[in-house]
């Protein structure tokens, strides 16, 4: 017989962690279901959500997961019951970053000035702030084929060692052949309408950690795009009809996957022109975390009677899991990390 322990699941889940687990991932939520429960994907979420949001008040947060239970087993008349355990997943780990600016003028400055209104510092700082959140919540996907030693430190990644979008994810304890699965494309295929399908059936196709189907990628999925992508992405997802044919064949499309284009993920943001990603909203593994809001103040630097403005704010920026996230670099050339 099979009995979890303590062990079984890992320190994760033990009361006694120097800071609290913020949230389990349970798996088995995800697992397959009857299929008039999900069958337009929407569950208990009605909106395209690319990012999860949280807030802490906690000095870091740790957000785990678990598979769930495998098959039943056909079992004779009196004969034991079937017995099986789950399997804990990777953790990811946020310590929080502190970011801050701010702008020092002089006494005379202010009060000389003839358009005070136009020279808002207070405006452009929330400005300078939001704008930061910004950059920091897409770079995730910028990052997205990079190593994990090689992260910028305001990114924090699911505990298994390889890129967020990866050849090589591995299954912890699977019950079939299958020891690694993908999330990413091994030929970095372009955008076209026969890759879409190709990523869509990837992504229906991801397991949990005892290689076991998942109820994932069904409906309400997120086409991510840089701008460059975006009239190429609207073509493909928007309208009744498949473009580009005559054959009056229906868009299966329409209806099914939003398109988001983000500037912030072009090549001029530090991303891509290329490169590309189906997300199913209801799972997305991508996490802005919280710590502290964007928080400003006013003070005199000393007797001089400069002013500084400046302002700070706490977060970082993760993904809780790769499951629910497939990508591809576009290029056309092998990938495998």
């Known amino acids: 017989m099979t009995i979890e322990t303590r062990a079984t699941l890992g320190d994760s889940f033990v009361k006694g962690l120097t800071a609290s687990l913020y949230d389990i991932q349970n798996q088995a939520e ?38 769930g239970v495998g098959y039943a087993t056909d079992t004779a008349e009196g004969a034991d019951f079937a017995s099986d355990s789950r399997i804990a997943g990777y953790t990811t780990q946020f310590n929080f970053r502190k970011l801050t600016n701010g702008i020092t003028v002089t006494l005379e400055d202010r009060k000389d000035r003839l358009v005070d209104k136009r020279l808002n510092e207070m405006q452009d700082l929330l400005v300078s ?37 990866s050849t090589l994810h591995a299954i912890k304890a699977s019950t079939s052949s299958n020891t690694t699965q993908s999330n990413a494309s091994a030929t970095s295929i372009p955008l076209s309408e026969t890759n879409l399908e190709t990523a869509r059936t990837a992504l229906r196709r991801q397991t949990d950690d005892k290689d076991l189907p998942m109820n994932i990628g069904s409906s309400n999925l997120i086409l991510l795009v840089p701008d460059s992508l975006e009239k190429q992405a609207v073509l493909l997802t928007n309208g009744k009809l498949r473009p580009s044919t005559a054959n009056n064949d229906i868009n299966v499309y329409d209806g099914i996957i939003t398109v988001i284009s983000s500037k ?48 700070y704010m706490r977060y970082q920026v993760g993904n809780q899991n790769f499951r629910g996230l497939w990508g591809s670099q576009g290029t056309g050339a092998a990938y495998a990390a």
């Open 129 to 165: 702030a939001k704008m930061t959140k910004n950059r920091d919540a897409f770079s995730i996907f910028n990052n997205a084929f990079t190593a994990q030693t090689s992260l910028p430190d305001i990114l924090t990644y699911y505990g298994d060692a390889v890129p967020m979008c």
């Open 264 to 311: 912030w993920i072009n090549s001029q943001n530090g991303g891509s022109d290329t490169a590309w990603f189906l997300i199913d909203s209801m799972n997305s593994p991508v996490i802005f975390f919280e710590r502290e809001p964007i928080i400003t103040s006013v003070w005199e630097t000393d007797s001089n009677k400069n002013v500084t403005m400046d302002y």
């Open 30 to 67: 995800k697992a397959y279901t009857t299929a008039f429960a999900s069958a337009l994907g929407v569950e208990n979420n009605t909106y395209t959500q690319l990012f999860k949001t949280e807030s802490s008040q906690q000095a870091r947060e740790t957000m785990a997961s678990k598979s």
